[in-house]
C-alpha cells in the first residue's frame, strides 16, 4: 500500500487494553500496517493478529488503544 509504505509507524511498539472477566490489562502489540477498514493492524507476543482502534478518551491515537481479534481467514 503507497501510504504504509512512507509512514514511520510499522513495527512501532503499543500498548493495547484487553478486557476479560471485569479486569482490564495492558498488552504489548506491535504495528504491522493496516486493515481493510483503515485501522491498525497489529501482532501481540504470539503472532496474534488484531485490528486496534482508539478507546476515545486519549488525543494520542497511540495510547490506550483497544483490540478486536482478527479472523485468520
Known amino acids: 500500500m503507497e501510504y504504509t509504505s512512507?509512514?514511520?509507524?510499522t513495527n512501532e511498539r503499543v500498548k493495547a487494553?484487553?478486557?476479560k472477566d471485569g479486569h482490564?490489562?495492558?498488552v504489548?502489540?506491535?504495528i504491522k500496517?493496516?486493515?481493510s477498514t483503515g485501522l491498525l493492524h497489529a501482532e501481540d507476543a504470539f503472532g496474534?493478529?488484531?485490528e486496534l482502534s482508539p478507546d476515545g478518551n486519549s488525543l494520542d491515537f497511540f495510547t490506550g488503544?483497544?483490540?478486536r481479534k482478527l479472523d485468520k481467514n
Open 28 to 30: 504489548d502489540m506491535t
Open 6 to 9: 512512507h509512514w514511520m509507524h
Open 65 to 67: 488503544l483497544i483490540r
Open 24 to 26: 482490564s490489562c495492558l
Open 17 to 19: 487494553f484487553e478486557s
Open 33 to 35: 500496517g493496516l486493515t
Open 48 to 50: 496474534e493478529a488484531y
